[in-house]
């Protein structure tokens, strides 16, 4: 049976007794470059292709030889772990997810792939453009047209309701929900699109709807949300509150209910529910809480909260997560060195 490149990579280098910085001395490169093959993050240069099975002792076919389904977690993995994704790479992916498109067993897996290869391409064009953007920004700062190209870039607040408005995702959510009535999911996406859009009484239908098929903690949350959005804040309130009192073991209510608080710059609030959520969360715990934590600290210019805050959210990839490197922790590594010279700033 064929298995995943990187851990054929890292079975033949057992069986030689060879650790990866002889393997990396080797091929005259870096440890931390076999690791990610071994991780599956990456794959071997062409160059490499005539000396590492030699290292190794098999064939280039031997070494090679990969199940659709390697394909598949890899091209995964690329997307998670990659800041930016070569454009052989890319092609590589995008051609194979394609061919894998008249496979019934692989058909959703691979549009759900390249949707997301393709999501990747924008983020990185829209981070390149947001850099564009703010250079002539720099040299124009009274053009109109440097700041749109920011907005569009970062995805940015526009008040115009002609572009600002989700009639679209509407009407696709209330295609979907009779067709799927049963996927509660469904119901609060379109909810989460009437709400943002102001269309509150089709919400209260839409949430009727939902608390028929998934009661819980979700119809107190939309039901404040509406509130909220209807100018009633006391009830919405009321609410939450009476959400947690509810559900007072469900860390995804105390979670939301920090969302609900932050959204009101009610920050102390949130850091308290965020952090009673992040308590009753079970292994493995994600890090939205402490994500959101960060960011409130960071409002607030609380650089140094905001910097231990990042480091917990490194140690928790780690701990319950077993992610050490690539773009996940590249980019918070990154924010702890950008506040850490905006904490210098300040001294």
Known sequence: ???????????????????????????NMSSQAVSKWENNVTMPDIQLLPELPVILGVTIDELFALTDDTHLERIGNMIGNEHFIAEDDFKYAEQFLIE?????????????????????????????????????????PDNKSNHNALRDAENGVI?????????????????FVPQHPEYWRGYVWLMN????????????EVLKSLN???????????????????????????????MTGLYPDEWMAWSAKGDCMAKLCRYDEAIEYYSKGHELQPSPKYADSFIAISHIYNIQGNYEESIE?????????????????????????????????????QI
């Open 1 to 27: 049976m064929n298995i995943e490149i990187g851990k054929k990579i890292k079975t033949l280098r057992l069986q030689k007794g060879m650790t990866q910085e002889v393997l990396a001395a080797k091929l």
């Open 100 to 140: 894998k498109l008249n496979d019934d067993s692989k058909k959703s897996q691979s549009f759900n792939l390249l949707a997301q290869l393709h999501i990747h391409q924008a983020d990185e064009h829209r981070e390149l453009a947001s850099r564009y953007a703010k250079e002539a920004l720099m040299l124009a």
């Open 159 to 175: 008040f115009d309701w002609n572009f600002s408005n989700h009639h679209k995702l509407i009407k696709y959510y209330k295609n």
């Open 193 to 204: 699109y009437l709400i943002a859009d102001g269309r509150c009484a089709e919400a209260r």
């Open 212 to 242: 028929q098929i998934r009661p819980g903690y979700l119809y107190p949350l939309y039901g404040g949300l509406i509130c909220k959005e209807e100018g009633n804040l006391t009830q919405a309130l009321e609410l939450w509150d009476h």
């Open 309 to 345: 805050k990042l480091h917990e959210i490194i140690a928790l990839l780690e701990s319950d997560w077993n992610i050490t490197e690539g773009k996940t922790v590249d980019f918070y590594t990154s924010e702890i060195d950008n506040l850490a010279n905006m904490l210098d700033k």
